[in-house]
């Protein structure tokens, strides 16, 4: 079964800083990798996504993701931030059918 | 269109209760799952439906945790009987089929007292 890990639990930043998450994972055969947000008091949403093709992916609200799969990673990018995007940000990997995810960061801007 | 339902939002109930969550997912949805997120963890799986048959249940509990979808529309997911370490959020989602992405509802939170 595949794993999912995600470090740095906690990110505290500054509005328009900089935003990237990591998030590796450990499966060898062909996996399909997921963003997801949960903003507080709300459900998990879909951020981005990575089927196949360019591994560059661009996502809603300004996000972006790279898949390096030499590296098995699959970071999250967020040029400048903003307070609204205060939430927890969850890495998924699907291989095998089964959708595991990761523990999560929780992102605080601060204004 | 509308999202995935879940039901109740929240409960609170005593060790060794039961208790049972529903949820009906987007219309046309084929494939239905059932996640629990504990407090600090991600997701975790713990049964996947395929229309009304069962795709996955390796990490659901068995002795005390069990799930239907009689006909392949809503399903629901019951404890019996509850345990501190229950105490979590129950998530639902559904997809197109199983090479889709995934919708979730907004989760049953869980506190075992």
């Known amino acids: 079964a595949q794993s999912v890990s995600q470090h740095n639990h906690h990110v505290i930043l500054s509005e328009a800083a900089s935003l990237e998450l990591g998030c590796n994972y450990s499966?060898?055969?062909?996996?399909?990798l997921f963003w997801y947000v949960q903003y507080p008091g709300q459900h998990l949403q879909l951020l981005l996504k990575?089927?196949?093709?360019?591994?560059l992916v661009k996502g809603i609200k300004g996000f972006e993701a790279e898949f390096i799969k030499s590296k098995f990673s699959f970071n999250l990018r967020k040029p400048s931030v903003q307070w609204s995007d205060t939430a927890e940000y969850f890495c998924?990997?699907?291989?095998?059918?089964?959708?595991?995810f990761g523990k999560g960061n929780q992102v605080v801007v601060i204004p | 269109e509308a999202g995935v339902a879940q039901s109740p939002r929240y409960k609170i109930i005593e060790k060794r209760q039961s208790v049972a969550f529903w949820c009906n997912p987007i219309?046309?949805?084929?494939?239905l799952y059932w996640y629990q997120q504990i407090l600090g963890q991600g997701p975790k799986l713990l049964i996947q439906?395929?229309?009304?048959?069962?795709?996955?249940d390796s990490q659901l509990p068995k002795d005390r945790f069990s799930a239907e979808r009689l006909k392949g529309v809503d399903s629901t997911l019951k404890i019996q009987p509850a345990k501190l370490e229950d105490s979590a959020v129950y998530l639902c989602?559904?997809?197109?089929?199983?090479?889709?992405?995934?919708?979730f509802g907004s989760g049953t939170r869980l506190t075992v007292v």
């Open positions: 219309s046309g949805h084929a494939t």
């Open positions: 990575y089927f196949s093709g360019d591994p």
């Open positions: 989602a559904s997809s197109l089929d199983q090479g889709q992405g995934y919708t």
């Open positions: 439906f395929q229309n009304n048959g069962v795709v996955d």
């Open positions: 998924a990997v699907r291989g095998n059918n089964r959708l595991a």
């Open positions: 499966y060898g055969g062909t996996v399909n």
